[in-house]
């Protein structure tokens, strides 16, 4: 099986965690913490977004898109409140350099998430941010 390692570091005290991602669809790529420090954001390796529980050692894994291999969405960032997830997508169609900027309003149920609601923000963008729960592009 393929492994990924997510290392956290509280910067308060050094102290470091080790997080081994063993779903082999997932990976470790733009790994991004919640507000709550509950779950990371990755882009995954199979194109889609996955959040992932990690307040325990035992992982569980969320998918929160389904690119079926068309499309590849990367660079989630978490709101303020972690109600939501900023990423971008892009398919074979664009050129590579400008994306579709995409929302979605997740809904938790204990240690896993789903999306309730996704919604376009931009076509043609580099990259969005949060600012003050508030998109800018």
Excluded: H, M
Aim: hydrophobic content about 35%.
């Amino acid at each position: 099986t393929e492994e990924d390692e997510v290392y956290i570091i509280n910067v308060e005290n050094s102290e470091e965690r080790v997080l081994i991602l063993k779903n082999s669809e997932i990976g470790a790529n733009q790994a991004i913490l919640s507000p709550n420090n509950d779950f990371i954001a990755v882009s995954g390796k199979d194109g889609n977004i996955w959040l992932v529980f990690i307040a325990t050692n035992d992982l569980k894994y969320s998918r929160i898109t389904n690119s079926l291999g068309f499309e590849r969405n990367f660079s989630p960032k978490w709101s303020q409140k972690g109600d939501k997830i900023l990423f971008n997508s892009v398919s074979p169609l664009d050129n590579g350099i400008y994306s579709t900027l995409i929302c979605s309003e997740l809904e938790y149920s204990s240690v896993l998430v789903k999306p309730i609601k996704s919604y376009i923000l931009s076509n043609n963008v580099y990259r969005g941010f949060w600012n003050n729960n508030k998109v800018d592009l």
